[in-house]
T-cell receptor, first 114, second 114 residues
């Protein structure tokens, strides 16, 4: 079972604050890790990918990966009301018939209030 | 815009009926994956087609079937609809079973089964 767990939230932060989103995964064979943003009624949009332990920064977003703890997180700095969405954590195994297959968590709903 | 389109956008069916959902991939993308996203859940992998052949399947019964055509379009067929089939159905196209960084989601088809 390729389980990806996220706190469903909702997570509510004020504008300008740091939003912290967490994700754990059960399969140690997981190779690649992704964060998607999904606005209500829309399809998921890839915002961050991370493949090795440590931090990866892209603008206001920082992804953190700790393979030993099977943990991946997303930090959003200077949160804006436009960041209000559901954030989905996803992993791939990158091997054999599962190549390219995404295993998603159920998502964390984030609300940024002005 | 991802260049991936899906039709119809919304659909209402009754239990026991059959439905066909359509996806038009980005030009040149020879891989399409289908996902089911129930309300409040993350997307679940249904199956993937690569060069018109099924290439990996998730935990879905045989009444979920698909086709991929040479013109980069594809179909998801669901027979004997059940109430639990109500969900957002997403297709994602990519080149050569590539990384999710090159996998583009369509806008989805929302199916309601009554």
């Amino acid at each position: 079972q390729k389980e990806v767990e996220q706190n469903s939230g909702p997570l509510s932060v004020p504008e300008g604050a740091i939003a912290s989103l967490n994700c754990t995964y059960s399969d140690r064979g997981s190779q690649s890790f992704f964060w998607y943003r999904q606005y209500s009624g829309k399809s998921p949009e890839l915002i961050m990918s991370i493949y090795s332990n440590g931090d990866k920064e892209d603008g206001r977003f920082t992804a953190q990966l700790n393979k030993a703890s099977q943990y991946v997180s997303l930090l959003i700095r200077d949160s804006q009301p436009s960041d209000s969405a559901t954030y989905l954590c996803a992993v791939t195994l990158d091997r054999g018939s599962t190549l390219g297959r995404l295993y998603f968590g159920r998502g964390t709903q984030l609300t940024v209030w002005p | 815009e991802t260049g991936v389109t899906q039709s119809p956008t919304h659909l209402i069916k009754t239990r026991g009926q059959q439905v066909t959902l359509r996806c038009s991939s980005q030009s040149g993308h020879n891989t399409v994956s289908w996902y089911q996203q129930a309300l409040g859940q993350g997307p679940q992998f249904i199956f993937q087609y690569y060069r018109e052949e099924e290439n990996g399947r998730g935990n879905f019964p045989p009444r979920f079937s698909g086709l991929q055509f040479p013109n980069y379009s594809s179909e998801l067929n669901v027979n004997a609809l059940e109430l639990d089939d109500s969900a957002l159905y997403l297709c994602a196209s990519s080149l050569d079973q590539g990384s999710p960084e090159t996998q583009y989601f369509g806008p989805g088809t929302r199916l309601l089964v009554l």
